[in-house]
C-alpha cells in the first residue's frame, strides 16, 4: 500500500523526523546523518545488525510512557493489562523460537541478562538453602546472624568463563566488571597451538576449582561449543551451566546450531542480547528451565530497573521475524558468508585466528601485517570498512591495542550480500592492510596507534566500497529525500 506515492514506512520515518526537528533539529539531523552512514560503509562489526522497519518502529510509541515494575498479572503499577499483553507476546515467541521452558524478556541489555542469570542461580543455590535452614521465607526475616552468614556464603561463590583474551566477554568474570566482584574468578583458555576449546582442561580446571558456575558462551571465538559435553562437565562438579549466546542467538534460532551446539538444549539457563544476529532491538532476555523461573522472574526489582515496555514490542516483533521460514535462510548465509570471507583471507595469506571459522564471525590476527588491531581497525576505516579491534589469544598488546580485528557477517549477510561478495571483501580488508606501516609517535618511537597509509589506498579501495554497496540498498523502502 502507498500514500501519496510513497511507501508507508517513508512516510512513518519522514514524518518522525520532521516531528523531532520543531523540537530539536540536530537530533533530527544525527538520526539522518546515522542512516547514510551506515548506507554508505561496509559493517563488519560482528554484535552489529539491521533491524527491520517494524522493528525500529514498535520502539516508537505510547508504550514507553509506562512503568510496569514486576510481571505479568503482578505489576506494582495499575493500568499495566496493554504491558501484560505485549510482555505474554513476545515471551511466548521466545519460548516457541528457542524450545525453553521459560523465557524472561525483561532485561534491558546482554550485561542486564547476565546480572538476572547469575542472581537467580545464587537465589536458587544458595538464598533459597539458608532461608530453609533458618525457617523463614524472606530475606528480609533473618536474623542478622543469618543475613551476615548469608552474605558471606554468597561472597564466596565460585564463577569459571572463558578468559578474555580467548574470546569470552567481560561480564563472564572479567574483574573490572561486576561479575569479577560478585564471584572468586578463574578462566579456562584454548589451546596455544590450534586457539581450538580443550575439553580436557577445561574438565580439570573445573574439577580442580569447583565452581558454582560454568559459564560458556563467547564474543570472539570463531568456532562452535559442544554443550552437550560442557553440559557434562558442569553436572559432573555440581556446577550450574549458564551459556551466554549473545553473538550467535541468530543461528540457534535458525537452527544452524542444532544438536550438541544448541545451548538451549542443554544448559540449565541461557542469556541472550536481542540484537545482533537476531536482528531485534537493543535488548536482554533470560531463558531457564521450570527450577529457575521463580528466581529469574525476580529480575526487577532484584537487578533491573522497571521494564521497557516499548523495547518488549520491539523484541516481541523481531523474534515474529524470526519465527519466519526466511529466517532459517538468512541464519544459513551468515555462516556460508563467514567461512568465505575467512578463506578469503586465507587465500591472500592472512592470518584468521584458528585457521577459519564455524560460525559468524572471523578474528583476524593483524600482527602478520606489522600492525597492531587500533591501527588495523582506524585504517580499514578511512577506506569505509568498519570492524572493531579484538585481543587474540595471548595477546602481547593487551585489550587496549590488541593483535587482531574482529569481523562479523550477520549485518551484510541482510543487506544480501552472497559468498562472491566476500571474496571481494577479503582482497579489500588485505589491500588495506598491505599498504599500511605502523607511523611514529611524536617522540620518534614506533606507535601503537598512529599509522601511514600508501597515497591513495584509501580512495581506490573506497571507491570499490562504493560500487559493491550500490548492489544491496540498505532500507530501500525508507525514502528520506536528499540523502
Known amino acids: 500500500m502507498t500514500i501519496s ?66 510481571t505479568v498479572g503482578r505489576r506494582f503499577y495499575a493500568g499495566c493489562r496493554n504491558v501484560d499483553s505485549v510482555e505474554t507476546i513476545a515471551a511466548e515467541h521466545a519460548r516457541e523460537l528457542f524450545g525453553a521452558g521459560h523465557a524472561y524478556v525483561q532485561p534491558h541489555s546482554g550485561i542486564d541478562a547476565n546480572l538476572v542469570a547469575y542472581w537467580a542461580i545464587l537465589a536458587q543455590r544458595v538464598e533459597r538453602p539458608a532461608l530453609i535452614r533458618s525457617g523463614v521465607r524472606n530475606v528480609n526475616d533473618l536474623s542478622e546472624s543469618d543475613w551476615a552468614a548469608l552474605r558471606a556464603s554468597l561472597g564466596d561463590q565460585r564463577l569459571l568463563g572463558m578468559s578474555l583474551d580467548a574470546g569470552g566477554h567481560l561480564t563472564h568474570g572479567y574483574r573490572p566488571n561486576i561479575s569479577g566482584k560478585m564471584f572468586h574468578q578463574r578462566n579456562y583458555g584454548t589451546d596455544p597451538k590450534t586457539g581450538l576449546l580443550d575439553y580436557d582442561q577445561v574438565r580439570e580446571i573445573a574439577r580442580e576449582f569447583r565452581p558454582l558456575i560454568l559459564v560458556a558462551g563467547y564474543s570472539a571465538f570463531p568456532r562452535l561449543v559442544n554443550f552437550r559435553v560442557m553440559r557434562e562437565i558442569a553436572d559432573e562438579v555440581g556446577a550450574t551451566l549458564m551459556v551466554d549466546m549473545a553473538h550467535f542467538a541468530g543461528l540457534v534460532a535458525g537452527k544452524v546450531m542444532e544438536g550438541d551446539f544448541d545451548p538451549v538444549r542443554h544448559a540449565n539457563i541461557v542469556t541472550t542480547t536481542t ?39 520491539s523484541k516481541a516483533v523481531a523474534l515474529a521475524e524470526a519465527r519466519q521460514p526466511q529466517f532459517r535462510a538468512y541464519a544459513r548465509q551468515v555462516v556460508d558468508n563467514a567461512v568465505a570471507l575467512a578463506e578469503g583471507l586465507l ?100 606507535s601503537k596507534v598512529r599509522y601511514v597509509m600508501q597515497e591513495g589506498v584509501a580512495a581506490e579501495v573506497g571507491g570499490r566500497v562504493t560500487e559493491l554497496l550500490a548492489g544491496f540498498p540498505l532500507y530501500p523502502e525508507v525514502d528520506l529525500g536528499g540523502r
Open 275 to 313: 540484537h545482533k544476529s537476531l536482528r531485534g532491538p537493543r535488548g536482554g532476555m533470560v531463558l531457564c528451565d521450570d527450577d529457575l523461573a521463580p528466581f529469574v522472574d525476580r529480575g526487577c526489582p532484584l537487578v533491573l530497573g522497571g521494564p521497557l515496555p516499548h523495547v518488549m514490542a
Open 347 to 446: 587465500g591472500h595469506g592472512a592470518r584468521p585466528v584458528t585457521g577459519g571459522t564455524d560460525n559468524h564471525l572471523v578474528l583476524l590476527d593483524v600482527t602478520p601485517y606489522g600492525l597492531t588491531g587500533r591501527q588495523a581497525e582506524a585504517a580499514l576505516l578511512d577506506a569505509g570498512i568498519v570492524t572493531n579491534r579484538n585481543t587474540v589469544p595471548q595477546d602481547p598488546n593487551g585489550a587496549w591495542y590488541t593483535s587482531g580485528v574482529r569481523l562479523g557477517t550477520p549485518a551484510l549477510t541482510t543487506r544480501g550480500f552472497g559468498t562472491a561478495e566476500m571474496a571481494e571483501i577479503a582482497d579489500l580488508i588485505d589491500t588495506v592492510l598491505r599498504q599500511t606501516a605502523p607511523g611514529t609517535d611524536t617522540d620518534g618511537t614506533p
Open 5 to 70: 506515492g510513497q511507501l508507508p514506512e517513508s512516510l512513518a520515518f519522514r514524518s518522525g523526523l520532521e516531528v523531532i526537528k520543531r523540537i530539536e533539529p540536530r537530533i533530527a539531523d544525527a538520526i539522518e546523518s546515522e542512516l547514510h552512514g551506515q548506507r554508505n560503509s561496509l559493517k563488519l562489526i560482528a554484535s552489529e545488525n539491521y533491524a527491520s522497519p517494524a522493528v525500529l518502529l514498535a520502539m516508537g510509541n505510547w508504550l514507553s510512557d509506562k512503568y510496569a515494575e514486576g
